[in-house]
Protein backbone atom coordinates (compact mmCIF):
# COMPACT_ATOMS: atom_id res chain seq x y z
CA UNK A 1 0.00 0.00 0.00
CA UNK A 2 3.06 2.51 0.39
CA UNK A 3 3.93 1.63 -2.75
CA UNK A 4 0.71 2.81 -4.61
CA UNK A 5 0.26 5.66 -2.58
CA UNK A 6 3.16 7.35 -2.64
CA UNK A 7 3.36 6.84 -6.60
CA UNK A 8 -0.19 8.30 -7.16
CA UNK A 9 1.24 11.62 -4.72
CA UNK A 10 4.28 12.08 -6.35
CA UNK A 11 2.60 11.84 -9.72
CA UNK A 12 0.84 14.86 -9.17
CA UNK A 13 3.78 16.41 -7.08
CA UNK A 14 5.25 16.35 -10.09
CA UNK A 15 2.56 17.88 -12.02
CA UNK A 16 2.89 20.93 -9.96
CA UNK A 17 6.58 20.91 -10.23
CA UNK A 18 6.23 21.56 -14.42
CA UNK A 19 4.73 24.99 -13.92
CA UNK A 20 6.72 26.19 -10.03
CA UNK A 21 10.23 25.05 -11.62
CA UNK A 22 11.35 26.40 -15.10
CA UNK A 23 14.28 23.91 -15.65
CA UNK A 24 14.10 20.73 -16.70
CA UNK A 25 17.37 19.25 -15.06
CA UNK A 26 15.70 20.55 -11.57
CA UNK A 27 12.53 18.34 -13.20
CA UNK A 28 14.70 15.38 -13.15
CA UNK A 29 16.59 15.84 -9.90
CA UNK A 30 12.74 16.02 -7.97
CA UNK A 31 11.55 12.41 -10.19
CA UNK A 32 14.87 11.02 -8.72
CA UNK A 33 14.11 12.18 -5.26
CA UNK A 34 11.13 10.91 -5.82
CA UNK A 35 11.80 7.49 -7.29
CA UNK A 36 14.18 7.12 -4.08
CA UNK A 37 11.47 7.93 -1.75
CA UNK A 38 9.49 5.42 -3.56
CA UNK A 39 12.11 2.70 -3.27
CA UNK A 40 12.60 3.83 0.42
CA UNK A 41 8.19 3.27 1.10
CA UNK A 42 8.51 0.01 -0.12
CA UNK A 43 11.01 -1.61 1.10
CA UNK A 44 9.73 -0.11 4.77
CA UNK A 45 6.82 -2.40 3.97
CA UNK A 46 9.10 -5.17 2.62
CA UNK A 47 10.76 -5.34 5.90
CA UNK A 48 7.47 -4.83 7.87
CA UNK A 49 8.86 -1.90 9.16
CA UNK A 50 6.05 0.25 8.31
CA UNK A 51 2.52 0.12 5.68
CA UNK A 52 0.06 2.59 5.82
CA UNK A 53 -2.64 1.07 7.21
CA UNK A 54 -5.93 0.89 4.78
CA UNK A 55 -8.17 -1.86 4.56
CA UNK A 56 -8.33 -2.98 0.80
CA UNK A 57 -11.50 -5.27 1.90
CA UNK A 58 -9.13 -8.27 0.63
CA UNK A 59 -8.80 -6.90 -2.94
CA UNK A 60 -5.59 -6.42 -2.42
CA UNK A 61 -2.78 -8.77 -1.32
CA UNK A 62 1.29 -7.94 -0.36
CA UNK A 63 2.97 -10.44 -0.63
CA UNK A 64 6.94 -11.13 -0.61
CA UNK A 65 6.96 -11.76 -3.99
CA UNK A 66 5.42 -8.75 -4.94
CA UNK A 67 6.82 -6.01 -2.82
CA UNK A 68 10.09 -7.48 -4.15
CA UNK A 69 9.41 -7.03 -7.21
CA UNK A 70 7.89 -3.28 -7.07
CA UNK A 71 11.73 -2.94 -5.36
CA UNK A 72 12.78 -4.28 -8.81
CA UNK A 73 10.94 -1.94 -10.69
CA UNK A 74 11.56 1.27 -9.13
CA UNK A 75 14.94 0.63 -9.18
CA UNK A 76 14.95 -0.05 -12.76
CA UNK A 77 12.82 3.09 -13.11
CA UNK A 78 15.17 5.30 -11.17
CA UNK A 79 18.29 3.70 -13.22
CA UNK A 80 16.13 4.24 -16.63
CA UNK A 81 15.70 8.02 -15.65
CA UNK A 82 19.33 8.35 -14.10
CA UNK A 83 20.61 7.72 -17.40
CA UNK A 84 18.11 9.29 -19.84
CA UNK A 85 17.11 12.57 -18.08
CA UNK A 86 18.65 15.26 -20.46
CA UNK A 87 16.54 13.03 -23.29
CA UNK A 88 13.88 12.90 -21.64
CA UNK A 89 13.50 17.05 -21.30
CA UNK A 90 14.38 16.97 -25.27
CA UNK A 91 10.93 15.80 -25.92
CA UNK A 92 8.20 18.05 -25.77
CA UNK A 93 8.09 21.60 -23.83
CA UNK A 94 7.96 20.29 -20.07
CA UNK A 95 9.85 17.05 -18.72
CA UNK A 96 7.67 17.06 -15.58
CA UNK A 97 4.61 15.92 -17.16
CA UNK A 98 6.61 12.97 -18.22
CA UNK A 99 7.99 11.92 -15.05
CA UNK A 100 4.34 12.64 -13.51
CA UNK A 101 3.28 9.40 -16.13
CA UNK A 102 6.05 7.26 -15.12
CA UNK A 103 4.78 7.83 -11.39
CA UNK A 104 1.25 7.13 -12.16
CA UNK A 105 2.18 4.07 -14.17
CA UNK A 106 4.38 3.04 -11.12
CA UNK A 107 1.04 3.17 -9.64
CA UNK A 108 -0.74 1.07 -11.44
CA UNK A 109 2.38 -1.37 -11.59
CA UNK A 110 2.06 -1.34 -7.89
CA UNK A 111 -1.42 -2.79 -8.12
CA UNK A 112 -0.48 -4.96 -10.27
CA UNK A 113 1.99 -7.12 -8.74
CA UNK A 114 -0.34 -6.64 -5.66
CA UNK A 115 -3.81 -7.59 -7.05
CA UNK A 116 -6.56 -9.87 -5.21
CA UNK A 117 -9.59 -9.17 -7.14
CA UNK A 118 -10.02 -9.53 -10.83
CA UNK A 119 -11.49 -5.81 -10.63
CA UNK A 120 -8.27 -4.40 -9.11
CA UNK A 121 -6.17 -6.55 -12.07
CA UNK A 122 -8.19 -4.16 -14.46
CA UNK A 123 -7.74 -1.05 -12.74
CA UNK A 124 -3.86 -1.83 -12.47
CA UNK A 125 -3.76 -2.89 -16.40
CA UNK A 126 -5.47 0.52 -17.39
CA UNK A 127 -3.47 2.69 -14.65
CA UNK A 128 -0.51 1.74 -16.49
CA UNK A 129 -1.76 1.37 -20.43
CA UNK A 130 -3.33 4.93 -20.30
CA UNK A 131 -0.38 7.08 -20.54
CA UNK A 132 1.43 5.23 -22.26
CA UNK A 133 -0.51 6.43 -24.74
CA UNK A 134 0.45 9.82 -24.34
CA UNK A 135 4.20 8.69 -24.00
CA UNK A 136 3.55 6.79 -27.40
CA UNK A 137 2.47 10.35 -29.29
CA UNK A 138 4.51 12.81 -27.27
CA UNK A 139 6.34 13.95 -30.10
CA UNK A 140 3.60 15.55 -31.92
CA UNK A 141 5.48 17.12 -35.01
CA UNK A 142 6.79 13.62 -35.77
CA UNK A 143 4.10 11.59 -38.02
CA UNK A 144 4.98 8.27 -37.19
CA UNK A 145 5.10 9.01 -33.43
CA UNK A 146 1.23 10.16 -33.61
CA UNK A 147 0.60 6.95 -36.30
CA UNK A 148 1.72 4.79 -33.35
CA UNK A 149 -0.17 6.36 -30.35
CA UNK A 150 -3.32 5.69 -32.58
CA UNK A 151 -2.40 1.96 -33.60
CA UNK A 152 -1.53 1.39 -29.44
CA UNK A 153 -4.60 3.09 -28.31
CA UNK A 154 -6.88 0.96 -30.72
CA UNK A 155 -5.10 -1.97 -30.33
CA UNK A 156 -4.71 -1.32 -26.18
CA UNK A 157 -8.91 -0.29 -26.12
CA UNK A 158 -9.49 -3.85 -27.96
CA UNK A 159 -7.62 -5.93 -25.92
CA UNK A 160 -9.05 -4.04 -22.96
CA UNK A 161 -12.82 -5.45 -24.30
CA UNK A 162 -11.87 -8.75 -24.59
CA UNK A 163 -9.86 -8.56 -20.80
CA UNK A 164 -13.57 -7.54 -19.48
CA UNK A 165 -15.40 -9.95 -21.44
CA UNK A 166 -13.11 -12.65 -19.49
CA UNK A 167 -14.06 -11.06 -16.51
CA UNK A 168 -17.72 -11.13 -17.09
CA UNK A 169 -17.43 -14.66 -18.29
CA UNK A 170 -16.08 -15.62 -14.63
CA UNK A 171 -18.06 -13.91 -12.72
CA UNK A 172 -20.69 -15.53 -14.10
CA UNK A 173 -19.09 -18.88 -13.28
CA UNK A 174 -17.92 -18.31 -9.57
CA UNK A 175 -20.33 -15.27 -8.37
CA UNK A 176 -17.28 -13.21 -7.49
CA UNK A 177 -14.26 -11.07 -8.26
CA UNK A 178 -12.24 -12.56 -6.04
CA UNK A 179 -9.07 -14.79 -7.56
CA UNK A 180 -10.19 -18.46 -5.99
CA UNK A 181 -8.16 -21.80 -6.90
CA UNK A 182 -10.50 -23.50 -9.13
CA UNK A 183 -12.66 -25.96 -7.52
CA UNK A 184 -11.92 -29.79 -6.97
CA UNK A 185 -14.67 -32.28 -7.50
CA UNK A 186 -14.67 -34.16 -4.69
CA UNK A 187 -15.46 -37.52 -5.97
CA UNK A 188 -12.69 -37.83 -8.43
CA UNK A 189 -9.93 -35.25 -6.85
CA UNK A 190 -10.09 -33.31 -10.63
CA UNK A 191 -10.69 -29.64 -11.26
CA UNK A 192 -14.62 -29.07 -11.47
CA UNK A 193 -15.22 -28.14 -15.44
CA UNK A 194 -17.51 -25.16 -15.78
CA UNK A 195 -17.30 -23.85 -19.64
CA UNK A 196 -17.98 -19.81 -18.56
CA UNK A 197 -15.23 -19.93 -16.26
CA UNK A 198 -12.69 -21.49 -18.59
CA UNK A 199 -13.64 -19.78 -21.29
CA UNK A 200 -13.03 -16.20 -18.97
CA UNK A 201 -9.55 -17.31 -18.48
CA UNK A 202 -8.75 -17.98 -21.97
CA UNK A 203 -10.12 -14.46 -22.70
CA UNK A 204 -7.79 -12.58 -20.20
CA UNK A 205 -5.02 -15.12 -21.48
CA UNK A 206 -5.34 -13.78 -25.10
CA UNK A 207 -5.73 -9.57 -23.82
CA UNK A 208 -2.41 -10.05 -21.60
CA UNK A 209 -0.90 -11.79 -24.74
CA UNK A 210 -1.65 -8.41 -26.52
CA UNK A 211 -0.13 -6.37 -23.02
CA UNK A 212 3.12 -8.61 -23.32
CA UNK A 213 3.37 -8.56 -27.35
CA UNK A 214 3.21 -12.42 -27.59
CA UNK A 215 2.28 -13.97 -31.05
CA UNK A 216 0.14 -14.17 -32.36
CA UNK A 217 -1.08 -10.86 -30.69
CA UNK A 218 1.86 -8.87 -31.59
CA UNK A 219 1.60 -7.29 -34.27
CA UNK A 220 0.76 -3.58 -33.25
CA UNK A 221 4.33 -3.83 -31.00
CA UNK A 222 7.07 -2.92 -34.37
CA UNK A 223 5.28 -0.19 -35.52
CA UNK A 224 4.68 1.34 -32.33
CA UNK A 225 8.07 0.77 -30.41
CA UNK A 226 9.83 2.22 -34.14
CA UNK A 227 7.27 5.21 -34.13
CA UNK A 228 7.61 6.04 -29.88
CA UNK A 229 10.27 8.41 -29.31
CA UNK A 230 13.17 6.06 -28.35
CA UNK A 231 13.59 7.54 -25.03
CA UNK A 232 10.75 5.83 -24.47
CA UNK A 233 10.32 3.28 -26.15
CA UNK A 234 12.84 2.10 -24.03
CA UNK A 235 10.75 2.90 -20.70
CA UNK A 236 7.78 0.59 -22.58
CA UNK A 237 10.02 -2.67 -23.75
CA UNK A 238 11.38 -2.96 -20.23
CA UNK A 239 9.42 -1.79 -17.20
CA UNK A 240 6.53 -1.79 -18.17
CA UNK A 241 6.51 -5.28 -19.99
CA UNK A 242 8.23 -7.00 -17.08
CA UNK A 243 5.17 -5.56 -15.16
CA UNK A 244 2.72 -6.66 -17.27
CA UNK A 245 4.58 -10.43 -17.33
CA UNK A 246 4.62 -10.17 -13.28
CA UNK A 247 1.08 -9.99 -13.71
CA UNK A 248 0.57 -12.64 -16.02
CA UNK A 249 2.22 -15.16 -14.30
CA UNK A 250 0.44 -14.26 -10.90
CA UNK A 251 -2.90 -14.90 -12.38
CA UNK A 252 -1.94 -18.13 -14.31
CA UNK A 253 0.17 -19.69 -11.20
CA UNK A 254 -3.22 -19.80 -9.59
CA UNK A 255 -6.18 -20.25 -12.34
CA UNK A 256 -4.18 -22.54 -15.26
CA UNK A 257 -5.78 -25.66 -13.43
CA UNK A 258 -8.97 -24.60 -14.04
CA UNK A 259 -8.24 -24.95 -17.94
CA UNK A 260 -7.81 -28.44 -17.60
CA UNK A 261 -5.83 -30.11 -20.48
CA UNK A 262 -6.36 -27.00 -22.93
CA UNK A 263 -3.82 -24.74 -20.67
CA UNK A 264 -0.63 -26.58 -21.50
CA UNK A 265 -1.59 -27.20 -25.63
CA UNK A 266 -2.82 -23.13 -25.67
CA UNK A 267 0.59 -22.48 -23.67
CA UNK A 268 2.52 -24.05 -25.62
CA UNK A 269 1.24 -23.11 -29.29
CA UNK A 270 1.79 -19.49 -28.14
CA UNK A 271 5.29 -19.80 -26.33
CA UNK A 272 6.98 -21.00 -29.91
CA UNK A 273 4.58 -18.83 -32.10
CA UNK A 274 6.18 -15.59 -30.15
CA UNK A 275 10.00 -17.75 -30.04
CA UNK A 276 8.90 -18.05 -34.25
CA UNK A 277 8.35 -14.85 -35.27
CA UNK A 278 10.35 -12.70 -32.78
CA UNK A 279 13.85 -14.49 -33.50
CA UNK A 280 12.71 -15.14 -37.12
CA UNK A 281 11.87 -11.84 -38.22
CA UNK A 282 14.92 -9.86 -36.41
CA UNK A 283 16.89 -11.84 -38.76
CA UNK A 284 15.51 -9.54 -41.36
CA UNK A 285 15.49 -6.04 -40.14
CA UNK A 286 17.48 -3.72 -41.28
CA UNK A 287 17.18 -1.33 -37.97
CA UNK A 288 18.20 -2.11 -35.02
CA UNK A 289 15.50 -0.30 -33.39
CA UNK A 290 12.99 -1.97 -35.43
CA UNK A 291 15.59 -5.35 -34.78
CA UNK A 292 15.21 -4.59 -30.93
CA UNK A 293 11.40 -4.57 -31.34
CA UNK A 294 10.79 -8.09 -32.44
CA UNK A 295 13.62 -9.08 -30.44
CA UNK A 296 11.60 -8.18 -26.94
CA UNK A 297 8.48 -9.89 -28.73
CA UNK A 298 11.30 -13.27 -28.54
CA UNK A 299 12.62 -12.46 -24.79
CA UNK A 300 8.25 -12.80 -23.93
CA UNK A 301 8.60 -16.12 -25.31
CA UNK A 302 11.53 -17.17 -23.01
CA UNK A 303 9.43 -15.61 -19.98
CA UNK A 304 6.61 -17.25 -20.94
CA UNK A 305 8.30 -20.44 -19.42
CA UNK A 306 7.29 -19.20 -15.88
CA UNK A 307 3.83 -19.79 -16.56
CA UNK A 308 4.13 -24.01 -16.91
CA UNK A 309 4.33 -23.94 -13.11
CA UNK A 310 4.51 -22.99 -9.59
CA UNK A 311 7.79 -23.96 -9.08
CA UNK A 312 11.09 -22.34 -7.31
CA UNK A 313 13.03 -21.79 -10.46
CA UNK A 314 10.19 -20.16 -12.02
CA UNK A 315 9.32 -17.61 -9.45
CA UNK A 316 13.52 -17.10 -9.35
CA UNK A 317 14.05 -17.33 -13.21
CA UNK A 318 11.39 -14.81 -13.76
CA UNK A 319 12.74 -12.27 -11.78
CA UNK A 320 15.92 -13.06 -12.89
CA UNK A 321 14.73 -12.37 -16.48
CA UNK A 322 12.67 -9.04 -15.81
CA UNK A 323 16.22 -7.62 -14.37
CA UNK A 324 19.12 -8.78 -16.70
CA UNK A 325 16.41 -8.57 -19.67
CA UNK A 326 15.70 -4.97 -18.46
CA UNK A 327 19.51 -3.58 -17.67
CA UNK A 328 20.56 -4.77 -21.05
CA UNK A 329 17.75 -3.30 -23.08
CA UNK A 330 17.64 0.30 -21.62
CA UNK A 331 21.70 0.19 -21.87
CA UNK A 332 21.33 -0.09 -25.61
CA UNK A 333 18.44 1.72 -26.29
CA UNK A 334 20.21 4.23 -24.36
CA UNK A 335 23.13 3.35 -26.79
CA UNK A 336 20.40 3.85 -29.79
CA UNK A 337 19.54 7.87 -28.51
CA UNK A 338 23.26 8.69 -29.20
CA UNK A 339 22.99 7.40 -33.18
CA UNK A 340 22.27 9.31 -36.02
CA UNK A 341 20.56 7.06 -37.75
CA UNK A 342 18.93 3.38 -36.91
CA UNK A 343 20.78 1.23 -39.22
CA UNK A 344 23.21 -1.43 -38.59
CA UNK A 345 25.30 0.36 -40.88
CA UNK A 346 25.54 3.16 -38.67
CA UNK A 347 27.82 1.29 -36.17
CA UNK A 348 30.39 0.38 -38.62
CA UNK A 349 33.75 1.26 -36.95
CA UNK A 350 32.11 2.09 -33.65
CA UNK A 351 34.86 0.41 -31.43
CA UNK A 352 37.64 2.63 -33.28
CA UNK A 353 36.22 5.54 -32.30
CA UNK A 354 33.91 4.36 -28.98
CA UNK A 355 36.07 1.41 -27.69
CA UNK A 356 34.38 1.74 -24.10
CA UNK A 357 30.90 2.63 -25.71
CA UNK A 358 31.22 -0.64 -27.89
CA UNK A 359 32.55 -2.71 -25.02
CA UNK A 360 29.49 -1.97 -23.66
CA UNK A 361 27.04 -2.34 -26.27
CA UNK A 362 28.40 -5.97 -26.87
CA UNK A 363 28.00 -6.73 -23.02
CA UNK A 364 24.21 -5.72 -23.38
CA UNK A 365 24.38 -7.92 -26.77
CA UNK A 366 25.47 -10.60 -24.88
CA UNK A 367 23.39 -10.76 -22.16
CA UNK A 368 20.42 -10.79 -24.54
CA UNK A 369 21.89 -13.38 -26.54
CA UNK A 370 22.29 -15.80 -23.38
CA UNK A 371 26.04 -15.92 -23.43
CA UNK A 372 27.06 -16.99 -19.69
CA UNK A 373 28.95 -14.58 -17.60
CA UNK A 374 26.10 -12.39 -18.05
CA UNK A 375 22.62 -12.36 -16.44
CA UNK A 376 20.97 -13.06 -19.74
CA UNK A 377 22.40 -16.81 -19.62
CA UNK A 378 21.16 -17.61 -15.73
CA UNK A 379 18.22 -15.81 -16.92
CA UNK A 380 17.07 -18.06 -19.59
CA UNK A 381 18.46 -21.70 -17.50
CA UNK A 382 16.38 -20.62 -14.99
CA UNK A 383 13.47 -20.36 -17.34
CA UNK A 384 14.25 -23.83 -19.20
CA UNK A 385 14.82 -25.03 -15.99
CA UNK A 386 11.40 -24.21 -14.63
CA UNK A 387 9.68 -26.28 -17.54
CA UNK A 388 12.34 -28.70 -16.68
CA UNK A 389 10.86 -29.13 -13.34
CA UNK A 390 7.16 -28.82 -14.49
CA UNK A 391 7.07 -32.04 -16.23
CA UNK A 392 7.07 -30.46 -20.06
CA UNK A 393 8.42 -31.79 -22.74
CA UNK A 394 11.98 -31.93 -23.10
CA UNK A 395 11.38 -30.85 -26.87
CA UNK A 396 10.23 -27.83 -25.99
CA UNK A 397 13.21 -26.82 -24.28
CA UNK A 398 15.43 -28.04 -27.32
CA UNK A 399 12.56 -25.91 -29.83
CA UNK A 400 13.68 -22.66 -27.41
CA UNK A 401 17.61 -23.04 -27.19
CA UNK A 402 17.41 -23.47 -31.13
CA UNK A 403 16.10 -20.08 -31.22
CA UNK A 404 18.25 -18.94 -29.13
CA UNK A 405 20.89 -19.67 -31.38
CA UNK A 406 18.93 -18.03 -33.66
CA UNK A 407 18.71 -15.01 -31.88
CA UNK A 408 23.30 -14.76 -31.65
CA UNK A 409 23.01 -14.45 -35.31
CA UNK A 410 21.24 -10.56 -35.75
CA UNK A 411 23.16 -9.77 -32.16
CA UNK A 412 26.41 -10.68 -33.25
CA UNK A 413 25.41 -8.89 -36.59
CA UNK A 414 25.76 -5.76 -34.36
CA UNK A 415 28.87 -7.13 -32.89
CA UNK A 416 30.46 -7.79 -36.43
CA UNK A 417 29.08 -4.40 -37.89
CA UNK A 418 30.93 -2.05 -34.47
CA UNK A 419 34.38 -4.63 -34.70
CA UNK A 420 34.75 -5.96 -37.62
CA UNK A 421 33.15 -3.53 -40.44
CA UNK A 422 35.21 -0.57 -42.24
CA UNK A 423 33.45 2.88 -41.87
CA UNK A 424 32.62 5.97 -40.03
CA UNK A 425 30.05 5.08 -37.13
CA UNK A 426 26.83 7.62 -37.28
CA UNK A 427 27.02 9.21 -33.97
CA UNK A 428 26.73 12.05 -32.00
CA UNK A 429 29.69 13.10 -29.68
CA UNK A 430 28.61 10.92 -26.22
CA UNK A 431 29.79 12.25 -22.79
CA UNK A 432 32.09 10.74 -20.84
CA UNK A 433 29.59 10.92 -17.80
CA UNK A 434 26.84 9.19 -20.01
CA UNK A 435 29.53 6.48 -20.77
CA UNK A 436 30.18 5.56 -17.08
CA UNK A 437 26.15 5.83 -16.45
CA UNK A 438 26.18 3.20 -19.53
CA UNK A 439 28.97 1.16 -17.68
CA UNK A 440 27.07 0.75 -14.40
CA UNK A 441 24.81 -1.15 -16.74
CA UNK A 442 27.22 -3.49 -18.14
CA UNK A 443 28.93 -4.16 -14.66
CA UNK A 444 25.45 -4.77 -13.00
CA UNK A 445 24.47 -7.72 -15.85
CA UNK A 446 27.75 -9.12 -15.44
CA UNK A 447 27.13 -8.86 -11.43
CA UNK A 448 24.17 -10.50 -12.14
CA UNK A 449 26.19 -13.61 -14.17
CA UNK A 450 28.26 -14.32 -11.80
CA UNK A 451 26.74 -14.06 -8.46
CA UNK A 452 22.82 -14.17 -9.21
CA UNK A 453 22.00 -15.75 -6.04
CA UNK A 454 22.82 -12.47 -4.07
CA UNK A 455 20.08 -10.74 -6.15
CA UNK A 456 17.62 -13.94 -5.36
CA UNK A 457 18.35 -14.18 -1.64
CA UNK A 458 16.27 -11.73 -0.74
CA UNK A 459 13.18 -13.52 -1.43
CA UNK A 460 13.70 -16.11 1.62
CA UNK A 461 14.49 -12.88 4.16
Excluded at 127 to 135: E, G, K, V
Excluded at 284 to 293: D, E, N, P
Excluded at 376 to 382: E, H, P, Q, R, V
Amino acid sequence: MNAIIASALLGVLMMFASWIFDNEKTHTRIALVGLLALIVANVLQLNGIYSIPLDTKGMLSFTQFGLYVNTIIFILTFLYVWLNGDEIAKIGNHAADFYALFFFILCGASILTSFNNLLMLFIGIEILSIPLYILTGSDKKNLNSNEAALKYFLMGSFSTGIFLLGITFIYGATGTFQITSPVLNPATGMVREQLMQSAGLILIFVSFNFKVSAAPFHFWTPDVYDGAPTVFTSFMATIVKATAIIAFVVLFHSQFKALGYAWELLLTFVLIATLFVGNITAVFQRSVKRMLAYSSIAQVGFMLFALYGATSFATEGILLYIMSYSLASIGLFGVLIKMKEYSFEAFNGLAKKEPLLAGMTTVFLLSLAGIPLTGGFFAKYYMLNAAVQSGTGLWLVVVAILFAAVSVYYYFKLIQAMYFAEGEPAIYEVAQGYKYKLLVFAVLILGLGILPNVFLSYLYF
